[in-house]
Every structure is written in C-alpha cells, then in structure tokens.
C-alpha cells in the first residue's frame, strides 16, 4: 500500500445525485447536472467524489433499491451521460467512486422475478427464501431496519424472502457462488469502464446466517447508539446473525482480488455492526478493502470524550486499513444542527467542524452542501418521500431533511437547483447560503473549505501521520500528530465558551492563514475562543 496511493488521507465528496443540479430541469438532479458543476467540486479541493446510486431502479429507496446494475436511470441520464462525467472527472484530477449495494436488489431486478416464480426455477436460491412457521409466522425474529420484521411472505411462491431494509430490497443469497460471481460481474462491469473506486453500501449485511438462528434480545441499557429512533425495535436486539457472518469477511478477499487486476482502485466499505470499530478492523485486515467507513461520529455524540475513545479504538484496534470518517451523509441529520445542537449556528461552527473531521488520521467522506454550513432542513410530514421517516415519524423524522437540494443561487427560484419544482422543496434556510453568495465573501465557510482543504492537502503531517491524544481538558479535543521527525500539537475547542488548556511544552505557533478564530498561546498556556482552534508545532 502505497502512500501515495490516491485514496489514503484524501477527502471524497459524497453526491446525492437526485439534489445536487438538475439540467433537464425535471425537479430532480442527474449526471448531466454533475458534470456541469465538476469544476465547482474541483474547486474545493477535494479529491475524489462519490456519488450516491444512479442505476434503474423503482427508486422506493431513491437507488439504494437497484433493478439493474449495469444501466444508469432515465431519470438520471444515461450510460453517456456517465461517460463523459467520468472523462471529465479525469480532466480535472478528479477521481470517482460509485456506490454498490451488494446485499439486496430492488424487488423489480429480473433476478428477483424470476426467483419468486417458483422453488424450481434457475435463480430459485438466489435470495434468502425460507417456509413459514406451523403458525404461519415469519422463520424467526430478525427485524428491519426500516421497521416491522426482516421477512415478507410472497403468496406467488408461498414462502417468506429476508429484506434487511425496504420489503421492496430483498436480500440476495450470498451462500449461492452463482450469486457472489454475478455480483462481481456488475462490479467488474464498471472497473472496465474506469471508475477508480467503490463505496459498498450495506456491505456487512451480504451474508445472514444459513440457519436462520434467532438474534438474542439486548438489554435495555444497551439499546444505544446506532441511530435507530426509540420506537424502532431493532435496537432491541442484537443482529448477530442477520448481520455481520464470518462469511462476508471472506467475500472481502474476492472484492480486493477482483479490484487488484485494476490497478490504483479501491474499496470503501460501509460498516454498521454491533461492534463497528472490531467491524472495521476486520474488514480491511490482509487483502480486504482499502478504507472502512465509520459511522462512530455520525451519531449525535459530541464530545471530546466520544471523539477520542473512537478515534483511540480504531488506532488500536486498525492494523492494515485505514479509516474513513464522515461527519454527514444522506442517512443523518445534517452536522451544523446535530452536533450544534445547543450551540449558537455560526460560520465558525461549520469552520471548526471541516478542520476538525480533516485533521483526524484517515480519509474523509465529506456531503455536498456540508461545504457550505447547511442546516437540517425542516419539512413538513406532507413532504416527506423517505419511507423510513414516514414510519417513524415524529420520533425520527427520516432522511429527507439532510437530501433537500443544494443552493446554487440566492435570487433564483429553487435556488437555482432547477426551473421546476424539486422533488423535495429547497429549504428556505439554504437559500442565503447559496453558493453563490459565499463564493466571493473571504469570511464565507465555503471559501474557508476550499482554502483549508487546499493547504491541508499539502501537509503530509495531516495526511498521513501517526495520533496519539492528549487529555488536557474535557472541552477542548487535543491531539499531536507525528510524521517523519515533525510533530504537531492539534486543539479543538469544542463548547461555545472561550477556555485555557495548558501545555506540557510551549510550542511554536502555526499561523493558519485563514478566516477561522485560533488560539494564543502565552507561555504554555493556550486561550481558545468559543469553537476555535489552536496548531502549534512542538519541534
Ligand atoms: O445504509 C445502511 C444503513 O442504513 C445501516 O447500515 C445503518 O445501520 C442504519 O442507517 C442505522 O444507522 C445504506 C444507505 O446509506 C442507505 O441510504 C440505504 O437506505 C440503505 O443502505 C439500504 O440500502
């Protein structure tokens, strides 16, 4: 593993595709509309992209339900739309990842049609079909993410299919090689086409236990932490076998072969476990995949506790891979208001949280509009699309709040996402933080993300150095950071409080020459402002 491999410390940015531009101004964004704004992305500074899914699919999961993995969705463009999107990816230095979602189809894929016909059929075990109970009850407790049980009875076939997610995403049988060949197809489908890399979506869900043994009861001093809302039954338990089987460990290896005869691509697998930080561990152990994506710091936990056992963990636990964090995505509220929570919103909120999440060792998924201080938008229940939210709602509102359009220009309708009505309205607190209004204005977060992110990726120290934290004061998140013979002293004062720590050794201040609020140092004394960051150099 080369460090010079493009991926190791690099910062992606994510792209729902459905929000961020709409060309054919049809209320929902598209290719085309990506490519138009490439040289906006390049100009942040980023290194790679990743764009959330764009094939054929009913969309009841907007694309994360696929009904065919080598054609790209009418309502996104099509296959030469993406064509010259990656060819113009390339142009700019920009690489791009596409986002596989190996576990489960949409119900509408041909492969789905075809199993549920009969028991008899050529792709009859393809999916995880099992008989009801006597009592005519599911095979046993595994639940759904998105609420009620994991199985749905299908009167075609008179038996039960597993869906971890949507009844619509059924769960493919990765026990069946024909199975784990045909999904290393799709994939290689697209290696040949040149994509340099692979978000896996869902990827410890591939294989569930062969004997569909019931998943244990939690207890209820545990049922913490994943983000399930406290009406959603599924942090009830623990999924140790709908999830998480050794077996998918082993698919890894042929992921990571298939990847290796396309030399300087990668895989970046989403891991959601009961232990996730183990998870990440073992799936980038040896020839798995390059990168691991946490969702330790999607939570609502911000504190420099959380922040340092997490990060702490991972270093002790991660020996051959290498973390990717990310503070939002398009499955969680959006960070301004869910870290700020308590805090007054400011730009220098958003400022710290982009040092912050680039300062940590690892990669970084960063979500479009994160750039530009975005909060969650508010919706009505009668705008709501996501399904998730809609069965859960009022306690967890869904997904929609974070996938809201993205804000090009202040005086234009829509925000100059589209000329038509966006399939989910732009929200009104977006408006005055267009991109256009923050692109010429030195104070903006946007023109702090693009400097920051433009001067980090000059620092190797930053890039690819060791961490080791430092416990000097419960606000105030402090680590060094070490590479070839230099060392940093790095602080984020995380409260909303101007605070002190002191120093073991005075450092040499680093003038960071951008618009964010830093600290002084008076001796080995360091005075922070409310939310503001001090880097001192220790050589
Ligand atoms: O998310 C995976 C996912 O929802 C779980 O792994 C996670 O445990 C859950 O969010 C609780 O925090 C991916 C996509 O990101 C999401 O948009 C899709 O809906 C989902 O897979 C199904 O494909």
Redesign the pocket.
Known sequence: MSETSWWKGAVIYQIYPRSFYDSNHDGVGDLAGITKKLPYIASLGVDAIWI?PFFKSPMK??G??ISDYQAVDPLFGDMNDFDNLLERAHQLGIKVMIDQ?L??TSDQHAWFTQSRQNKTNDKADWYMWADANQDGTPPNNWLS??GGMGWQWDSRRQQYYLH??LSS?PDLNFHNPDVQQAVLDNIEYWLKKGVDGLRL??I??CFNDKELRDNPAKPIEERNG???SEDNPYAYQYHYFNNDRPETLDFMLKIRALLDRYPGTAALG?I?SEDSIKSMAEYTQGNRLQMAYS?EL?TDDFSVEHITTTVQQLEAQMKDGWPCWAIS????ARVVTRWGKGHAKSKQLAKMFTALVTSLRGSVCSYQGEELGLEEAELEFENLQDP?GIEFWPTFKG?DGCRTPMPWHIEKEHAGFSQNAPWLPVSPAHQSLSVDTQIDDPTSSLVFYQTWLKWRTTQDILKYGDIKFVDLHSDVLCFYREYKGKKWFVSFNLSAQAQSIVLSESTQPINLKFDILQGQQVGQIVNLPAHGIYFGNCA
């Open positions: 959330s999961d907007f994360y339900d979602v576990s489960h993410i998105f971890n997610f995403q979506d869902a410890t869900f994943r983000g399930f989403e959601s969702f999607l995505n398009h499955d969680v998730f997904r």
